[in-house]
């Protein structure tokens, strides 16, 4: 393993004289385009990481942030392994029980982003992604005996399901980027999910250059990121990036409780020339039911109206207020006239719904009163009897200490 110098560990590495070089580094980070093509939490099985530490020229992880603000790689393709565990149910069915009138997996609905892409939030998928700049992107999430493709090819988006053999359809021919093939905030790659991680890297963060390794096939160096605050879910963010290019390869997130990792996410095969114009081309199948962007949100709000009984207690939820700062930042959201979540037995919660959220629950009490702990191994929230919402990726206590601080 080479030898590689760090960073500051409190993170100041850019302070001085390359003092805001890394804070600007860090705010123009701009994803290859394959990251625009899907935006989930996502994960690698370990196995694909590591063949060898190559021995590589010493890098700071100042410089090394610097190398992957200034890569312009934008042509690519490549096969991503995805395992993501953070201690929640499988999303794919649970997601189906709040669609109004089970639409979950029938017809065109199993092909629209905003529901199929849920799935990548837990469990172990495998992606094959190409990009040919920002217009030019196609990501496929591959099962067993299916696929699931999202394909944008200039202002033409589609998404196209072969199990149901659906397709979903929109243009942008404004170029405004308002049909994306993914929701916002689902990344599908490790630049996608590093930029995240790297927004974070002010003054309660360690940043260091950890050795070398080899992933799919290209030398990397090793960008560990560490929150320095107590009361964190998150204990370390570990990005591979490619010494040639920039790019990051790999990315593993592990929670402070300790286990395996909640989020480990890299390339098991990766390709930096250009790829063949046909990757982005699609014609819906024979046979195939066909649903266009603006048909389906019409269909939305008329599903949304129908449900407003079932999500009723949580309109209006307003007067965010920020508590806390990095790592240990904690929402607080004030639901209007103190709604709480409906019951089961009220009829006014999907079956199931009840028992998902019993699983998560811990009862707590404090200076604030009562109250319920949600958790996941990464992001847990605490609602109280009185119908204040604290959210965060922070542990049980820092949730308990910031709603007793905000009185």
Request: no cysteine.
């Given at each position: 393993?080479?030898?590689?110098?760090?960073?500051?560990?409190?993170?100041?590495?850019?302070?001085?004289?390359?003092?805001?070089?890394?804070?600007?580094?860090?705010?123009?980070?701009?994803p290859?385009?394959?990251?625009g093509?899907?935006?989930?939490?996502?994960?690698?099985?370990?196995?694909?990481?590591?063949?060898?530490?190559?021995?590589?020229?010493?890098?700071?992880?100042?410089?090394?942030?610097?190398?992957?603000?200034?890569?312009?790689?934008?042509?690519?393709?490549?096969?991503?392994?995805?395992?993501?565990?953070?201690?929640?149910?499988?999303?794919?069915?649970?997601?189906?029980?709040?669609?109004?009138?089970?639409?979950?997996?029938?017809?065109?609905?199993?092909?629209?982003?905003?529901?199929?892409?849920?799935?990548?939030?837990?469990?172990t998928?495998?992606?094959?992604?190409?990009?040919?700049?920002?217009?030019?992107?196609?990501?496929?999430?591959?099962?067993?005996?299916?696929?699931?493709s999202?394909?944008?090819?200039?202002?033409?988006?589609?998404?196209?399901?072969?199990?149901?053999?659906?397709?979903?359809?929109?243009?942008?021919?404004?170029?405004?980027?308002?049909?994306?093939?993914?929701p916002?905030?689902?990344?599908?790659?490790?630049?996608?999910?590093a930029?995240?991680?790297?927004?974070?890297?002010?003054?309660?963060?360690?940043?260091?250059?950890?050795?070398?390794?080899?992933?799919?096939?290209?030398?990397?160096?090793?960008l560990v990121?560490?929150?320095?605050?107590?009361?964190?879910?998150?204990?370390?963010?570990t990005?591979?990036?490619?010494?040639?290019?920039?790019?990051?390869?790999?990315?593993?997130?592990r929670?402070?409780?300790?286990?395996?990792?909640?989020?480990?996410?890299?390339?098991?095969?990766?390709?930096?020339?250009?790829?063949?114009?046909?990757?982005?081309?699609?014609?819906?199948?024979k046979?195939?039911?066909?649903?266009?962007?603006?048909?389906a949100?019409?269909?939305?709000?008329?599903g949304?109206?129908?449900?407003?009984?079932?999500?009723?207690?949580?309109?209006?939820?307003?007067?965010?207020?920020?508590?806390?700062?990095?790592?240990?930042?904690?929402?607080?959201?004030?639901?209007?006239?103190?709604?709480?979540?409906?019951?089961?037995?009220s009829?006014?919660?999907?079956?199931?719904?009840?028992?998902?959220?019993?699983?998560?629950?811990?009862?707590?009490?404090?200076?604030?009163?009562?109250g319920?702990?949600?958790?996941t191994?990464l992001?847990?929230?605490?609602?109280?009897?009185?119908?204040?919402?604290?959210?965060?990726?922070?542990?049980?206590?820092?949730?308990?200490?910031?709603?007793?601080?905000?009185?």
């Amino acid at each position: 393993m080479a030898p590689n110098d760090s960073a500051d560990t409190n993170g100041t590495a850019a302070q001085g004289a390359g003092g805001v070089g890394r804070r600007k580094a860090v705010r123009y980070i701009v994803p290859v385009a394959v990251a625009g093509v899907a935006a989930a939490t996502i994960g690698l099985v370990p196995a694909l990481a590591s063949s060898g530490d190559p021995d590589l020229p010493k890098i700071t992880a100042q410089e090394l942030i610097e190398r992957i603000a200034a890569s312009d790689t934008e042509q690519l393709s490549g096969t991503v392994k995805i395992t993501t565990d953070l201690g929640i149910p499988s999303l794919g069915g649970l997601a189906g029980s709040f669609v109004p009138d089970g639409a979950g997996e029938k017809g065109a609905a199993s092909a629209d982003p905003q529901k199929k892409l849920t799935e990548l939030a837990s469990g172990t998928h495998t992606l094959r992604v190409a990009a040919d700049g920002p217009d030019k992107q196609r990501v496929s999430v591959l099962d067993d005996a299916s696929e699931y493709s999202l394909i944008r090819n200039g202002d033409q988006v589609w998404a196209y399901d072969s199990k149901s053999n659906a397709v979903h359809h929109a243009e942008d021919k404004a170029g405004r980027g308002e049909h994306r093939a993914a929701p916002d905030g689902v990344p599908t790659t490790p630049k996608a999910l590093a930029e995240q991680a790297l927004k974070t890297a002010d003054g309660t963060t360690s940043v260091t250059v950890d050795g070398t390794a080899q992933v799919a096939g290209r030398d990397a160096y090793r960008l560990v990121i560490k929150p320095e605050q107590s009361g964190s879910t998150i204990g370390s963010v570990t990005v591979a990036v490619d010494a040639e290019n920039g790019v990051p390869l790999k990315f593993t997130l592990r929670p402070s409780s300790g286990g395996k990792a909640a989020i480990d996410a890299g390339f098991t095969s990766v390709d930096f020339t250009k790829p063949d114009a046909s990757s982005f081309d699609f014609t819906p199948p024979k046979g195939a039911e066909v649903t266009e962007a603006d048909e389906a949100e019409g269909r939305g709000k008329a599903g949304a109206e129908k449900a407003k009984g079932d999500l009723s207690a949580l309109e209006g939820m307003n007067g965010m207020n920020v508590i806390g700062k990095g790592w240990t930042t904690v929402a607080e959201i004030k639901t209007p006239d103190g709604a709480t979540l409906p019951s089961e037995g009220s009829g006014e919660m999907p079956a199931g719904a009840q028992q998902f959220l019993d699983a998560l629950g811990d009862k707590v009490t404090g200076k604030f009163g009562s109250g319920t702990v949600f958790k996941t191994r990464l992001v847990n929230a605490l609602m109280t009897d009185d119908g204040r919402v604290y959210v965060g990726a922070v542990t049980k206590d820092a949730l308990v200490n910031a709603a007793n601080t905000a009185g």
